[in-house]
C-alpha cells in the first residue's frame, strides 16, 4: 500500500516479479471509435490487468497493480471491481483499505466509483462513525460537492444511529454560519430534522416546526436576496401544514423598497419578526413572490392583489422570469 | 422564432461540429477517464452532428459504416440477458468474454440511440436479451443498477432503464410502479429530485424522474400541486446570467439550459424559458475553436456542446408546439442551412429520448421489429 506517482513508477512489464503474468494488449477493433492515446505507463499496467483478470488471480500483487490503475484513472470501473473482490477473497483488512481511500477520495470528490466503493466497504466494516470524521473532512475541502453531500446521507439513513445523528445540526448549522447560500447544507438540515424520524426531545412536531421557521427567519433578516432559505421555509411550511398566510406581518416589510433614515418608524424588536437590515437589498423577491402567494390561496378578491405582484416581479424585480409571472397570473385568473 | 438581431453572438455551427468530429478521431491519454463510458461518448458527438444536421456531409458514408460496426462489437450476451459495454477497454480479443466485459445501462440507452442517428436497421439487436437485462438491473427499491453485477443504483439508471423499455416498447421485465415509488422516494421539498432518496434537488436527476415517469405513462402521478411546484423550482434556477444552475445558488452550466429546459419542456411549459438569455449564455459558453463549455471561458467538450445543442433545439420545439402542444413532424429540417451557417435554427428534439424527433421516430419504428425476415 506504498504511495506511488504514476511518472516514477516502474513498468510492470519490467519487475521480474511480474514476468509470470502474461500482458493482454487492448482489442480496439478496425476503426476504433475516440481512441485514446493512451501513456505508455496506461498501457503497460492494463495490460497487466486484462491478463490478471483473464487468469482469474487474486492476490495480494493484484491490489498493487490496481492501485497503480486506479491513480492514473479514478474511472476505471473494472480495476475498481476486481480490486474489491480481490480484498473480499484475501480477506484483507478492509479498515487499511479505508485509511486508502480517505487519501484518493479527496484527490478525486468528482468521481463516482471513489464513493461506491468507500459504499460497499462500509457497508462491511459497520463504522460509520470514522465515515462522519472523514466526511467533515472531505467537506470543508468541496462544501458543496454532491457524492460527498449524498454519501453522507446514505451513512446516516443506512445504519441510523442515535449516535450518528446527535452532532448533525450543530454540523449544518456551522457550514450555513460561513456560508448562508450553501444549499446543500439548507438541504440537509431538511432531511435531518424531517426526513429521519424522530429523536429524543424533538418528539413535539408542532415545536420543531415553530424552531425551524424561528430559524429560517433569522437568516432571511441577514440576507433576504438568498433562494435557498425560502426554499427551505416554504418547505417546513408545506411540510407541516403551515398556512403562508401565518408569515405575512414578517414578510411584508421585505416586499417594500428600503426605508429611508427620516421615515424610519421608531423600532420595536420583535424577535418573531426580525425586520431587513438597513443594508438589505429591497425589495426582496422572494417575499413579494411569498406574499402573492398567500394572496393567491386566499382567493376571492386576493386574487387580484397577488396578480398586481406578480406584475410587479415581471416588469420590474425579476424580468427574466417575466414568462413564468405572466403564466401565474393567467393561471390564477383562470380558476376564478 | 429567430432570436434578436444584435446582442446574440454568432453560433459558429461549423466549429461545433469539428469539435466533435475530433473526438471521434482521437483523445489525448489525459482523458482516459472516458474510457469506462465511451460509447456515452459517441453519443455525445454523433448526436451533435445529427442536431447540428452536418452528419452526412460532415462524415464520410465508410467513416458512418465502421461506427456503427464498432458500436454492434460492443453489444455482448451473458446469463444476464444482452447489452452494451462500454468499450473495448476491458477487452484483448474481439469477442471477450472475460469480466468486465459486462453491458451497462446507460450506455446501452446511448449505443441504441446512436445506432438510430446513424439510421440502422436493428436487424442485429438482441431484443429479449436486453429486455432480460433490465429486468436483472432492477433492484427491489424500483431502481436500477448501472451492470448486471453491480454498480450504482441511481434516478439516472431509472431513467435509462425506461428510455430502452419505451423503445423496445416492451415493459414485461420491469416493475413499473416500484420503480415510479423509488422516483417518489428522491423528490424533495424544493420540488426537484435527488440523485438518490434523501438528495438534494438536481436539475439533471429531475430530469430523469419527470422524463421516466411520462415515458412510461405514468405523467399524472404528479399531484397539481407537486406539478406547480416543480415548475417554481425549474423556472427559479435561470439565473441572471441566462444560464440555468443545477442546484439552488449555484453557478450557471450549460447542460442544465438542457436538463431544466426539457423538463419544463415535458411538464407542458417549455415556453416559460427566456429564450433569449438562454441563447446569449450558451453563445458565451462557444469556444473560439468550436465546442460548447459549461461556462464561459472553460474548456469546451462534447458532453456540454451536445446538451447545449439539445437545449436550444427543445426551446425551438416548445416555440414551435401550437397551443395543443403538438410538434409538425421535422418541418424545421427545411430551414436548416447545414453549411458555414451562423444561424441558431436547430431541428426539433424530442425531449423524453433526448434525440432528434427524427431520430426517436427512427428508434421507435426500427428497435422494437422483430428479427423474422
Ligand atoms: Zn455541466
Given at each position: 500500500m506504498h504511495q506511488q506517482d504514476s511518472s516514477t513508477l516502474v513498468l510492470f512489464s519490467e519487475r521480474p516479479e511480474w514476468a509470470d503474468v502474461t500482458p493482454l494488449e487492448q482489442y480496439e477493433g478496425v476503426n476504433p471509435l475516440a481512441p485514446i492515446y493512451y501513456s505508455e505507463e496506461y498501457k503497460d499496467a492494463t495490460s497487466y490487468f486484462r491478463g490478471i483478470v483473464k487468469a482469474g488471480e487474486m492476490s495480494p500483487r493484484v491490489l498493487e497493480l490496481t492501485e497503480a490503475i486506479i491513480r492514473m484513472n479514478p474511472a476505471h470501473y473494472s480495476a475498481w471491481q476486481y480490486r474489491y473482490k480481490t480484498l473480499l477473497e484475501l480477506n484483507n483488512p478492509l479498515d487499511d483499505e479505508l485509511a486508502l481511500m480517505d487519501e484518493i477520495a479527496v484527490k478525486h470528490l468528482k468521481t463516482y466509483q471513489v464513493w461506491h466503493h468507500r459504499r460497499l466497504l462500509v457497508a462491511r466494516t459497520r463504522e460509520p462513525a470514522r465515515e462522519l470524521a472523514f466526511l467533515s473532512r472531505s467537506l470543508r475541502a468541496d462544501t458543496k460537492n454532491y457524492h460527498t453531500w449524498s454519501y453522507r446521507q446514505w451513512l446516516l439513513a443506512y445504519f441510523n444511529e442515535d449516535t450518528l445523528w446527535e452532532r448533525e445540526l450543530d454540523f449544518v448549522g456551522d457550514l450555513l454560519e460561513e456560508d448562508l447560500r450553501n444549499n446543500s447544507a439548507w438541504h440537509h438540515r431538511f432531511f435531518v430534522v424531517f426526513q429521519s424520524g424522530v429523536r429524543k426531545g424533538d418528539e413535539d412536531r408542532g415545536a420543531v416546526a415553530q424552531r425551524e421557521i424561528s430559524f429560517a427567519k433569522q437568516y432571511i433578516a441577514k440576507a433576504?436576496?438568498?433562494a435557498s432559505v425560502w426554499n427551505y421555509l416554504r418547505g417546513v411550511l408545506e411540510h407541516s401544514k403551515i398556512p403562508f398566510s401565518e408569515l405575512q406581518i414578517f414578510v411584508t416589510p421585505y416586499t417594500l423598497p428600503q426605508r429611508s433614515e427620516d421615515d424610519a418608524p421608531a423600532e420595536v424588536i420583535d424577535l418573531e419578526n426580525p425586520l431587513p437590515s438597513k443594508l438589505a437589498q429591497l425589495p426582496c423577491v422572494a417575499a413579494i413572490e411569498f406574499l402573492a402567494d398567500v394572496h393567491e390561496a386566499a382567493g376571492g378578491d386576493s386574487i387580484m392583489k397577488a396578480t398586481e405582484l406578480w406584475k410587479l416581479l415581471a416588469d420590474e424585480h425579476d424580468t427574466i422570469r417575466k414568462k413564468y409571472w405572466e403564466y401565474r397570473i393567467r393561471e390564477a385568473l383562470r380558476t376564478v | 422564432m429567430s432570436p434578436p438581431p444584435g446582442d446574440l453572438p454568432p453560433f459558429t455551427r461549423f466549429g461545433h461540429g469539428t469539435h466533435c468530429k475530433r473526438c471521434l478521431v482521437g483523445l489525448p491519454g489525459s482523458q482516459v477517464d472516458i474510457d469506462p463510458s465511451k460509447l456515452a461518448l459517441a453519443f455525445y458527438c454523433i448526436g451533435s452532428l445529427d442536431l447540428l444536421n452536418q452528419l452526412l456531409d460532415k462524415t464520410k458514408q465508410d467513416d458512418r459504416e465502421s461506427w456503427r460496426e464498432w458500436i454492434w462489437e460492443q453489444q455482448v450476451c451473458g446469463p444476464y440477458g444482452a447489452g452494451f459495454k462500454p468499450g473495448p477497454y476491458m477487452s484483448s480479443i474481439k469477442e471477450d468474454s472475460t469480466e468486465g466485459n459486462v453491458p451497462q445501462l446507460i450506455v446501452t440507452y446511448t449505443a441504441l440511440l446512436t445506432l438510430a442517428i446513424l439510421r440502422?436497421?436493428?436487424?442485429?439487436?438482441?431484443r429479449t436479451g436486453i429486455a432480460q437485462l433490465l429486468g436483472v438491473c432492477q433492484?427491489?427499491?424500483?431502481s436500477f443498477s448501472t451492470e448486471p453485477y453491480g454498480g450504482d443504483t441511481d434516478l439516472r439508471t431509472v431513467y435509462c432503464a425506461f428510455a430502452i423499455a419505451n423503445m423496445l416498447d416492451n415493459w414485461s421485465t420491469i416493475n413499473i410502479d416500484q420503480s415510479v415509488e423509488f422516483m417518489r422516494s428522491c423528490r424533495t421539498y424544493e420540488g426537484g429530485y435527488g440523485q438518490f432518496p434523501f438528495c438534494e434537488a438536481q436539475g439533471g436527476t429531475t430530469y430523469c424522474a419527470l422524463s421516466a415517469l411520462h415515458l412510461s405513462g405514468r405523467g399524472d402521478r404528479i399531484s397539481p400541486t407537486e406539478r406547480k411546484q416543480t415548475i417554481r423550482w425549474l423556472v427559479q434556477k435561470q439565473d441572471i446570467s441566462g444560464g440555468f444552475v443545477g442546484r439552488t445558488n449555484k453557478a450557471a452550466d450549460a447542460c442544465y439550459c438542457f436538463w431544466c429546459g426539457a423538463s419544463l419542456n415535458i411538464l407542458g411549459v417549455g415556453t416559460l424559458v427566456d429564450e433569449d438569455a438562454l441563447r446569449s449564455f450558451i453563445g458565451s459558453c462557444q469556444h473560439k475553436f468550436g465546442g460548447i463549455a459549461k461556462a464561459p471561458k472553460e474548456h469546451p467538450d462534447p458532453y456540454h456542446t451536445y446538451l447545449s445543442l439539445a437545449a436550444l433545439s427543445t426551446q425551438a420545439t416548445a416555440a414551435r408546439a401550437g397551443p395543443d402542444g403538438n410538434i409538425g413532424h421535422s418541418a424545421a429540417n427545411a430551414h436548416v442551412d447545414p453549411s458555414r451557417s451562423t444561424s441558431w435554427e436547430l431541428p426539433p428534439l424530442d425531449p423524453l429520448l433526448n434525440a432528434t424527433v427524427d431520430t426517436a421516430a427512427w428508434a421507435r419504428e426500427h428497435i422494437p421489429k422483430s428479427t423474422n425476415a
Open positions: 433576504p436576496n438568498n | 440502422d436497421d436493428f436487424t442485429r439487436l438482441d433492484r427491489e427499491d424500483g
